[in-house]
């Protein structure tokens, strides 16, 4: 045994390189002997003709490389057979380099040369700085063996230095950092190492994935016009229907998913329980084609892995990471966004779908300073490299939780970036709220949408596009106008206002030609779809027409959504009395409209207006759930797009605004699991009893399919 030692002591002198059994020997061995089973690795014959002579020159050399393993470090405890920087074996087979430092505390060479090229040079573990640091190079000669140096700062960098050849071990890819958070490398800045995918076609079942195309519709706000009348005003109402897509996981396109959560102080107890069960289902939901990337912040962001598939494999390590979250800190939401969106920019490969999921419950006091009186500029939190318009925009999907949270600041970030931003009230309900969204992102079959318009007759003038928070744009000749849409969830539906103005002219007038553009996201194929021409009678005489009722209803929608607006400002200037008004007269009109048609988008309207009304009678009450629940509805109605709020995510709600069939499926499967988890974590007081209970599933309808 001694010789043995003997002769891995002169390996490691001459090579650096030693090769070692299993880790898990390496873990179990007794430590109060020397190790056993270690033997140097192969030397060339030149190396092992000079092996003593160049071990006696260079061991009185000042290298840190040649210093010899400590006899009482290996002996000590099992921890020191442990590297402190990937809390990995040290004594793993095919043969890993191991870098003993000055202060005689050992790591794996690769390990420490990473963490040096980040800036690091003091001790991992007993934090000595370091005068001799191991550096690690790719030779123009050996590029393509990956070999490694070893130099002191001060050395010349020559082809005369020591080489090793850095060999990975195969049979153990786990990283024990991720599951223990008490010994951790510095954080890396460079995130290239995102999990390999494979992008063939074949790996998605494209002929079957979507069925169909894009469907648009339209409808005119009058059959007829006089045609002696030039009418200033007339409406025309496009709606753009998404396909269907099937449930198989290999049938729809995968995800690039990076959650960035806050685990400051204000998160401890039910709140960080709550979001790990949260996270566990997001986790179990994910297929083996989807990745998932986990940023946890306080004062400073961590990343706990880098973009893994979710693997069942995966999908234990991430729950491994997750559980392992601990509160404490402060809420710095703009560096946690960052590192984010470094995660999305510096991937190898990229999935169809890409999306971030922000969550927090405070006031990020870092990038935002608090000024009196000052308006904050909130967009700023938001990385530019991820905006729209860039190579690699990414929408940025936000949650508010709890009362304490910067609802201003968490609506900007997903109004700049194209997101939606919800609002979890009652704090049992974050895993619904999660499931509503990826049940979203899971199910996209359209990106990279647009919308455009064309005028076709003369005198036929476009003037106005009512778009919400989308980017629309009319031509200085009033004649063609484009709405940007982005991207659409399977069965998902956008409305679109436009306004014409119509000249006078005898026989039928040809109107508009709608068209979209888009890319398929399974196959990724551009297609085209062309809608039918909207033309409008011309009679001599005069028409009693009654309004379209598509058409009525999408106006009240819109006016509805202009009165929150405002109402909404009439808050933030302390006019809480004008505010209530507001949304009163809109609850008005909306109940005069109900009463006649009894419309399903009337009711739901009615009943959001009255639970703002409640949240808005005074400044305790606006800023206590008032601000984030209005934002949250301007969010849902400004995109289209569900967002939770209130009640919204429950089966039995009435406001389930523009939820598609795959969000209602993961609601349901959410659902089924919530009871028993809430039930036992609102016996803290910090939580507020959730009133999600099991129903049955209801089944999901458009507003185009809500008729009377």
């Not at 919800?422 to 709220?433: K, V």
């Not at 000249?503 to 085209?528: F, M, R, W």
């Not at 808050?571 to 004008?578: M, R, V």
């Not at 349901?668 to 974590?681: K, Y």
Request: one cysteine or more; aromatic letters at 6%; glycine letters at 6%.
């Amino acid at each position: 045994m001694a010789a043995a030692w003997g002769r891995a002591k002169r390996a490691l002198a001459t090579k650096l390189c030693i090769r070692v059994p299993t880790r898990q020997n390496a873990l179990d061995e007794d430590s109060s002997s020397p190790p056993s089973g270690w033997e140097a690795c192969p030397s060339s014959p030149p190396a092992e003709a000079a092996r003593d002579s160049v071990t006696e020159e260079k061991v009185r050399s000042p290298s840190v490389s040649l210093r010899r393993l400590s006899s009482s470090g290996s002996r000590s405890s099992n921890s020191k057979r442990v590297c402190a920087i990937c809390l990995g074996g040290m004594r793993t087979s095919h043969g890993q380099a191991l870098f003993t430092a000055e202060c005689s505390h050992k790591f794996h060479f690769h390990c420490i040369t990473s963490n040096v090229r980040h800036g690091n040079h003091i001790c991992p573990i007993c934090r000595a700085e370091w005068k001799e640091l191991p550096f690690q190079g790719t030779q123009p000669t050996d590029a393509t063996h990956g070999r490694a140096r070893v130099s002191p700062v001060n050395w010349p960098q020559d082809d005369g230095h020591m080489t090793v050849v850095r060999r990975l071990s195969h049979t153990y890819s786990g990283n024990l950092q991720e599951q223990f958070p008490v010994f951790r490398a510095p954080e890396v800045h460079i995130f290239n190492d995102d999990e390999h995918i494979d992008l063939q076609p074949g790996t998605m079942d494209g002929n079957n994935a979507v069925t169909g195309s894009v469907e648009i519709k339209t409808y005119s706000e009058f059959q007829a016009i006089q045609q002696s009348v030039t009418q200033k005003v007339f409406s025309i109402l496009i709606r753009l229907k998404a396909p269907k897509s099937l449930d198989s996981v290999n049938s729809r396109a995968p995800l690039d998913l990076v959650t960035v959560l806050d685990v400051s102080g204000s998160m401890k107890g039910a709140k960080l329980a709550l979001l790990k069960s949260a996270m566990s289902f997001v986790i179990q939901t994910l297929g083996p084609n989807d990745r998932l990337s986990v940023i946890a912040f306080s004062s400073t962001p961590r990343r706990l892995f880098p973009l893994r598939r979710m693997t069942i494999t995966g999908q234990m390590r991430a729950l491994q990471s997750v559980n392992s979250l601990v509160d404490g800190g402060g809420t710095n939401i703009a560096d946690g966004l960052k590192m984010g969106a470094k995660v999305i920019e510096q991937r190898r490969l990229k999935n169809p779908v890409c999306s971030i999921i922000l969550l927090s419950d405070g006031q990020d006091t870092y990038s935002l300073p608090s000024y009196d009186g000052v308006q904050q500029n909130h967009s700023v939190l938001v990385p530019p490299s991820i905006l729209p318009g860039t190579g690699n925009h990414v929408q940025i999907h936000t949650f508010g939780f709890g009362a304490d949270h910067d609802s201003a600041a968490m609506h900007s970030i997903a109004e700049t970036s194209s997101g939606t931003f919800s609002f979890i009230d009652a704090e049992g309900s974050i895993q619904n709220g999660f499931a509503q969204c990826i049940g979203g992102l899971l199910s996209v079959v359209v990106k990279e949408m647009q919308l455009g318009i064309e005028c076709v007759d003369e005198g036929v003038l476009l003037t106005s596009i009512k778009s919400g928070s989308y980017t629309s744009q009319v031509a200085e000749d009033d004649r063609n106008g484009s709405v940007d849409i982005g991207d659409l969830y399977a069965d998902e539906e956008r409305a679109f206002l436009i306004t014409l103005q119509v000249p006078a002219a005898q026989g039928p007038t040809v109107l508009i030609k709608p068209s979209c553009i888009y890319q398929d996201a399974v196959t990724a194929e551009n297609i085209q779809v062309h809608g039918e021409e909207v033309s409008v009678q011309r009679p001599a005489y005069f028409v009693d027409c009654k309004m379209c009722p598509e058409v009525e209803r999408e106006w009240h929608r819109v006016q509805a959504m202009e009165d929150m607006s405002a109402a909404r400002a009439a808050a933030e200037g302390g006019a809480f009395s004008q505010a209530v008004s507001i949304l009163e007269g809109r609850t008005r009109i909306l109940e005069s409209q109900a009463a006649h048609s009894s419309d399903s988008q009337c009711l739901a309207l009615i009943t959001e207006l009255r639970e703002m009304q409640e949240r808005v009678e005074s400044q305790r009450r606006y800023d206590e759930s008032g601000r984030a629940y209005m934002l949250a509805g301007l969010s849902s109605h400004s995109w289209q797009r569900a967002t939770a709020r209130g009640d919204s995510t429950e089966l039995t709600t009435q406001i389930h605004t523009y939820q598609t069939p795959s969000m209602v499926d993961m609601l349901h499967r959410s659902q089924a699991l919530v009871p028993s988890i809430v039930a036992m974590l609102n016996h803290s007081p910090t939580v507020a009893p959730s009133r999600s209970s099991s129903q049955p599933i209801r089944p999901t309808k458009s507003f185009s399919e809500r008729l009377p």
